[in-house]
């Protein structure tokens, strides 16, 4: 059965587990080409909009560069338990250029820094006016793995 991306998206917006991981402290990490073409992997800091996983990152990063020539990607949100929680995704990234310091950004890196840390790590982003470009994450394929009901394995 061909899953739909309102599928995608209803998983994404209302699976328990999927929740959980969207909700910890934890980056996903993301696959991507190389200008090179050679496979990437990072770690970004990023929200869910309830349609597409966002990020930022200053216009000129090789990532960004790298996405702009080839825009498929994966990425991956796990957890640190045992049994892992697993989010995999693979999708078309979407690059909206002269965005300033999009909140998303701000929103995004809040999960990561933690709320003791936040405040001043906001004030000096904030002091340093950055232009950043903004990237969306469309999800065209999606696996969650529990070890409950859902097992890594061909989908």
Sequence with gaps: MRVTDDQIVETMNTDPYVQQLLRAPIPARLAYIGLDGNPRVVPVSYLWDGAAFVFASPPDWYKVRALAANPNVALTVDSNDFPPLILSARGVAHIEYDQGLPEAYVEASRRIVG?????????????????????????????????????????
Excluded: C, H, Q
């Design 115 to 155: 709320e003791e840390k936040f405040p001043a790590w906001e004030r000096e982003v904030r002091a340093e006016n950055r232009n950043m470009a903004l990237i969306r994450i469309t999800p065209t394929w999606l696996k969650v793995v529990d070890f409950e009901t859902r097992y890594p394995g061909p989908s």
